[in-house]
């Protein structure tokens, strides 16, 4: 066997589980999250030290992270392109 990942189909399989999994996992992440968003006023969260731009920047990071999970799960259309990681990457730092 070379050194580095391993390519064979147990390998590959693996690998293509893991993903489908980590994507799915992540997204109902997100949903949950956006449900707690939500149920915070502005004011809650300004008062744990957020500003008024930090606010609306973070709710729509998730509100567009929650529309690609809705899209993935059927729930909704995507009409147009959209980038649901500009927001998103504010949260990071990428942009």
Do not use: P
Not at 7 to 18: C, E, M, N, P, R
Not at 27 to 54: I, M, N, P
Request: proline content about 0%; overall charge neutral.
């Amino acid at each position: 066997m070379a050194v580095g990942w391993a390519s064979d189909k147990l390998a590959v399989d693996s690998q293509a589980g893991q993903l489908v999994f980590d994507v799915r996992e992540s997204l109902r992440k997100v949903g949950e999250f956006k449900l707690w968003l939500d149920g915070q006023a502005d004011a809650d969260l300004t008062a744990r030290g957020y500003s008024a731009g930090d606010v609306t920047v973070l709710r729509a990071a998730i509100f567009d992270l929650d529309k690609l999970r809705q899209i993935a799960l059927g729930q909704a259309q995507q009409v147009g392109n959209n980038n649901f990681f500009f927001n998103a990457g504010k949260l990071t730092g990428v942009r």
